[in-house]
């Protein structure tokens, strides 16, 4: 909250985000082919995990990693493992 700007996207996020359906978005990116890294905390309670099974449907060719221990922010909360895995992924793609 100290941030300038985070209240606002806070705001905005709860405004706009939760009341659309975003699975279209999802699946069009999965028809596009594009390779997706997508890491997903399980004790992530803004999204919950158990959203990340449709992801994956609408997403098959993205490389998926759940972390153990991490909430929504797992590149803060774990860098070190998200770090390395990300950097991985780059250098694949």
């Known amino acids: 909250m100290r941030f300038k700007g985070f209240r606002?996207?806070?705001?905005?996020?709860?405004r706009d985000y939760y009341s659309l359906d975003v699975h279209p978005d999802f699946r069009s990116i999965g028809k596009s082919h594009i390779p997706v890294f997508l890491l997903w905390g399980r004790l992530d309670r803004t999204v919950p995990f158990a959203l990340s099974k449709q992801v994956l449907q609408d997403n098959p060719?993205?490389?998926f990693h759940s972390l153990d221990g991490v909430a929504h922010v797992g590149f803060y909360e774990n860098p070190g493992v998200v770090n390395s895995m990300l950097i991985e992924f780059l250098s694949k793609n």
């Open 61 to 63: 060719q993205s490389e």
């Open 8 to 14: 606002r996207a806070i705001l905005s996020t709860i």
